[in-house]
């Protein structure tokens, strides 16, 4: 026995090393990974994740914000086998497949106001297919000019060259600025410690600064992009009551199309199943990806209204249809996991379960504003942010000169649970369905991270 778990150390040692040697890791400095001892994630158990030698970490982070009932959730990893076993995959080029309308019809009986889905393989891509279905639409119609985009400050939409330019964060994405398209930016929703007061001012200024700039521009453009009830990437910014509706409004006044990008946010994590129907706003086209699966597997959805769905109609000869598929639209076994994903959301009553834990974060959330270093904190479902300052400077650097990242994830690894910041912004964003004593965890984990950071900066 002692010897097999020998052996099995050594395979896991191997690895690390050759994930050094081979893998170039996302959002990363690799001169510095290569000198971390990296953890190589071997398995996953409930809300756990478990590495090569066998230390269990909480998925502080829900894998990338994707995660919903944890790991090895039976239900989920039943159905997608079952798929397995029946059709691997199946193009929806020329071939309809059954999973792939089990889950429309679903998604389209609770995304109010849509009428039909198509399919992608991630968050930049659904993103995509938003952008290039708004200009074709406008061509459709006999409106080519209007090809470029309006988005918001801070937004952020995935990597891709279109999402890019939407979510443009100079920081990440300045080396690629040639290559991208045109986005005209409107003002984020985004004061740091609003007063009760200058609340509804953030909104009204906004709004007329934004409605200038659709004065100015729109007429070239092809539709309006936002994030659908906060920014999260862009630094945990969540919207005031209001502000999406308006900007739907504006769309409407000004002829424009409104694209929702719900990725991050949709399917309960701000507490609400679909986000832009609780904002009360009436976008064009909807954006799904993230939590879809459950976070199993890489699966997006963009949804059109029947106006969008109708002008890419006609005869063959008129070349309207809509120019866009992967290899892999609509994977079967990617929609088996969706379907089972969704079934659960009602057999669980999930939403009620985010909402109790929402109030527990919220109480929790009172401890950490205590903290001298913490600012700005604002909390919505299971979102939350703040940023860390030290006599009101960023702290993006331990005295070391450590990236603060960097010891973030560090330091709560050590402590049993996998933590991330976007620089000196911390996001608490766990998975969805959490059991309250790992919320619990997180949090306690959250507090004695502030306690170290706050001593290192005395
Ligand atoms: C709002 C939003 N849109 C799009 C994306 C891109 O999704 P993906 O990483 O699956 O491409 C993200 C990713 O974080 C996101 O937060």
């Known amino acids: 026995m002692l010897l097999e778990q020998f052996e099995y150390h050594l395979i896991e040692m191997r690895l690390a090393h050759a994930d050094k040697r081979c893998i170039w890791h996302p959002y990363t400095q690799m001169e510095d990974w290569k000198k971390w001892d990296n953890r190589v994630i071997v398995g996953g ?4 994740l478990i590495d090569n030698e066998g230390r269990r970490y909480l998925d502080g982070i829900a ?9 090895g959730k039976n239900e989920i990893v039943s159905k997608m086998s079952e798929q397995l076993r029946t059709l691997q995959h ?7 497949s059954a999973p792939s309308i089990t889950l429309a019809e679903k998604l389209l009986k609770f995304s109010r106001g849509m009428q039909s889905v198509f399919y992608s393989d991630n968050g930049s891509t659904a993103v995509e297919v938003a952008m290039k279905m708004a200009v074709q639409y406008w061509r459709n119609k006999s409106r080519p000019k209007k090809t470029h985009f309006i988005a918001l400050e801070h937004g952020y939409h995935g990597d891709t060259l279109g999402a890019m330019s939407l979510g443009y964060i100079a920081k990440y994405f300045r080396a690629y600025k040639p290559i991208l398209t045109k986005v005209y930016r409107a003002p984020s929703p985004w004061d740091k410690s609003p007063s009760a007061k200058s609340k509804a001012n953030i909104v009204n200024t906004c709004i007329e600064q934004t409605e200038r700039i659709i004065m100015k521009y729109g007429y070239g453009c092809a539709a309006l992009v936002i994030e659908s009830g906060a920014q999260i990437a862009g630094g945990g910014i969540i919207y005031e009551k209001g502000y999406q509706r308006k ?4 769309c409407k006044k000004h002829d424009l199309l409104l694209i929702v990008d719900e990725v991050a946010t949709g399917f309960g994590r701000l507490g609400n199943m679909i986000e832009y129907l609780a904002q009360r706003s009436t976008p ?3 954006c799904f990806g993230k939590a879809l699966t459950g976070g199993y597997s890489p699966l997006a959805v963009t949804l059109t209204t029947a106006e969008i769905y109708n002008a890419f109609l006609g005869n063959y000869s008129e070349n309207k249809q809509f120019y866009h598929g992967h290899t892999f639209t609509g994977h079967p076994i990617a929609c088996a996991a969706a379907i089972a994903n969704l079934d659960l959301y009602k057999r669980h009553n999930l939403l009620q379960k985010i909402r109790e834990n929402s109030h527990y974060l919220g109480r929790r959330l009172e401890e950490v504003s205590r903290s001298p270093i913490v600012s700005s904190l604002r909390h919505k479902g299971l979102l939350a942010a703040f940023e860390l300052h030290n006599n009101k400077k960023p702290i993006n650097y331990m005295k070391n000169k450590e990236p603060i990242q960097y010891f973030i994830m560090r330091e709560s690894m050590k402590m049993g649970v996998f933590l991330r910041s976007l620089a000196n912004t911390m996001i608490v964003i766990p998975p969805l369905a959490i059991p309250r004593r790992d919320l619990r965890t997180l949090l306690d984990v959250q507090l004695r991270l502030l306690q170290k950071i706050e ?4």
């Open 90 to 96: 199946s193009t929806l080029f020329g071939l309809a």
């Open 247 to 250: 900007i739907s409004d504006l």
């Open 63 to 71: 894998s990338m914000w994707c995660n919903v009932w944890g790991h």
């Open 284 to 286: 064009d086209i909807v």
């Open 455 to 458: 001593q290192d900066s005395k």
């Open 45 to 48: 158990k409930g809300f756990y």
